[in-house]
RNA sequence: GCGCCCGUAGCUCAGUUGGAUAGAGCAGCGGACUUCUAAUCCGCAGGCCGCAGGUUCGAAUCCUGCCGGGCGCGCCA
């Protein structure tokens, strides 16, 4: 398979060494210009060294065309235009070439796996375990599985992760709610903890708690018998024993049990959503496995750490953070951050070349520490990458919802999936950029109208189905598209698409690299659209004659392979079908 | 006050990493279904790309300063 830019950056080169300019003194950019009329690839080199070379652009454009050397059969034309652009025109056999190459298994989707399998860790979402998933983590789980694939697509072995925080204040506090909201149910008079969790749905598994014994508490806890649950453990007896024990003790009982449904809904919840981590890793791990002191240790013998006040602090201002930070607290108890350094450090040790983490706006102003930490630890620079998602604003009812989990007023992602469903809400995630707030209105996402975009991709991809399904049942013999098929396609609309689809490559490659996957969205439209105009364009497709007729056919095939590709991709399901709607 | 992000059509957002005449959807107006799915397509209208400077062949994009919005600045997580 021939890379086309190399072939024009290495005749351009050669064309320009005339005038004394050489390889390391230009970079050669090649892009796609934005009209269709300006050829399919274009050079700004003129314009570039017009300024160096004392020459008009134009002028000097048209010499260095003049002197370029490139094989006819791939290069149709060469043409100046506008201010000393030169612009190329791919021949029509090559494009053909480049198109089938997207379905060969030896092809252009095989000459982007350029990561040599290596490892990198994924993570996002990493909600507490104290409440039913928030909509605000549906943007992280669409942006953070599409990067996990994305990173799969060009040769990495991409492992999705998501940190489980089981220990700490904020479980036991849950525990409180918990048996207070049950001691409540008995009619027992109790306080409610300060700042406790007061959702809805604490009363309603305390309502459950009450009907249920020991057995069925069992039962629920063995569903999490498999690999990335094993630490979900359960108090012995059931509620009622529970209540009567010292208080600590009680409350780490209603603790764990609110740990495993509350995990339980997590987990459904990213199950319903496509997502599939392959690790959930267990903050208590760490403290199990004495990794947070042996972290602490190390950080000690690099003299980063000192201790005042009764507490141990770290030296993150010596790596840019605008203070020192706490790493266990006076009353001896390890801060979440040195939790955190434990587990990235771990992450590190566990082998993976490359760390991605997604975090929310809020937790910005922890990256220098985090990296810092890093730094003292001795992890490469640069292992840890971290990706700040924006926030996303839901609007109902032209209010602006407050998020907040202790005041238990929250949309969930189930509530999301139930009212707009898996993709929609996955595609209006992905067609956002990842650095811009979102503003998401709730009543807008709920209509099953035009408003929903993905719906335009999924329609695409159902009418190329039904146009291919079509043509069996007339008896047409369609097969695999071929270059002697494809010469004869010849409308413009059929060959906009063609243009568009040969970019899947690029596209994943660039939405990859720039951790962009909005891109997909964004490519996945445009193909519908194009995809659209060319099937009102034509018209009757299956009444062209033959040869026309298998040209539009084999070009509908590569439209739904690349539709399909991309759907694996955002993880939206692309239907055989649509029903129709009156 | 300091740090990060954002400011593009009435609304929600793109803009291929500095390119040629700034795009799409929705909302508005006008067209196209005896036809392989009209959840589609075609056309019209809509813009000081927050403001002011700078960098250069060339800026929505990069730099500086303002203005406006969001978030952060705990021995919380």
């Not at 269709?36 to 050079?43: K, R, V």
């Not at 190329?88 to 989707?109: C, K, M, T, V």
């Not at 956002?432 to 999924?458: E, G, I, M, Y």
Request: glycine content about 8%; hydrophobic content about 40%; proline content about 4%.
């Amino acid at each position: 398979m021939v890379i086309i830019e190399d072939i024009l950056r290495r005749a351009l080169l050669a064309a320009v060494e005339r005038f004394g300019v050489f390889e390391e003194d230009v970079e050669i950019e090649l892009e796609k210009p934005r009209e269709a009329g300006h050829g399919d690839l274009s050079s700004n080199l003129a314009l570039m060294l017009g300024g160096r070379l004392k020459r008009k652009p134009r002028e000097l454009a048209g010499e260095i065309a003049a002197a370029l050397e490139l094989p006819r059969d791939i290069i149709e034309s060469v043409e100046i235009a506008g201010p000393g652009f030169i612009n190329f025109r791919i021949s029509r056999s090559h494009q053909i070439e480049r198109l089938l190459s997207l379905a060969d298994p030896h092809g252009a989707l095989e000459a982007i796996r350029t990561g040599g399998g290596k490892r990198i860790n994924v993570e996002f979402i990493s909600a507490n375990p104290t409440g039913p998933l928030n909509v605000v983590s549906a943007r992280a789980g669409a942006f953070g599985m599409t990067l996990t694939r994305l990173l799969d697509a060009i040769g990495f072995d991409a492992h999705a992760e998501y940190y489980v925080n089981d220990a700490g204040r904020q479980i036991k506090l849950l525990g409180r709610s918990l048996r207070a909201h049950y001691l409540q149910l008995l009619g027992e008079k109790v306080e409610f903890p300060e700042n406790g969790y007061k959702g809805r749905y604490l009363e309603i598994m305390a309502a459950e708690l009450l009907a249920q014994d020991s057995k069925a508490i069992r039962d629920a806890g063995a569903a999490f018998d498999d690999e990335s649950f094993q630490r979900i453990e359960l108090p012995c007896g059931d509620a009622k024993d529970w209540k009567d024990l010292p208080e600590e003790e009680s409350v780490g009982c209603f603790a764990k049990y609110a740990l495993m449904k509350i995990l339980g809904w997590q987990r459904e919840t990213c199950r319903r959503f496509g997502l599939r981590f392959e690790t959930w890793y267990f903050e208590s791990e760490l403290h199990e496995t004495r990794r947070i002191e042996r972290a602490l240790e190390k950080l000690r013998k690099q003299g980063a750490v000192y201790e005042a006040e009764d507490a141990v602090w770290f030296r993150s201002t010596d790596f840019g953070d605008e203070k020192d930070r706490v790493l266990v607290r006076a009353d001896g108890m390890p801060t979440y951050f040195l939790a955190d350094i434990a587990y990235h450090y771990h992450k590190f040790q566990r082998g993976f070349e490359h760390a991605i983490d997604f975090w929310g706006p809020d937790h910005h102003g922890y990256i220098p520490r985090m990296q810092g930490a890093m730094q003292a630890l001795g992890v490469p620079e640069g292992w840890l990458e971290i990706q700040i998602l924006q926030q996303v604003t839901f609007i109902e009812d032209g209010r602006v919802l407050d998020m907040s989990k202790r005041k238990g007023q929250f949309v969930t992602m189930d509530a999301l999936m139930d009212e707009v469903g898996a993709d929609v809400a996955k595609f209006l995630f992905l067609m956002r950029k990842p650095n811009s707030h979102l503003d998401f209105d709730l009543d807008l996402a709920r209509q099953q109208s035009d408003v929903n975009p993905v719906l335009k991709v999924k329609y695409a991809h159902a009418r190329a189905c039904s146009l291919l399904r079509i043509a069996a049942e007339r008896g047409i013999e369609v097969g695999d598209p071929t270059p002697g098929s494809l010469a004869h396609l010849e409308d413009e609309s059929a060959w906009a698409v063609v243009r568009e689809l040969v970019r899947l490559p690029q596209v994943i490659v660039s939405a990859a690299a720039s951790r962009e996957p909005h891109r997909l969205a964004g490519y996945a439209l445009e193909i519908a659209t194009l995809f659209n105009q060319f099937y009102n364009q034509v018209k009757r497709i299956l009444d062209q004659e033959p040869e026309r007729r298998l040209a539009l056919l084999h070009l509908t095939v590569m439209t739904r392979f690349v539709l399909r590709k991309v759907g694996e991709l955002i993880g939206v399901d692309m239907p055989e079908a649509m029903e129709k709607r009156d």
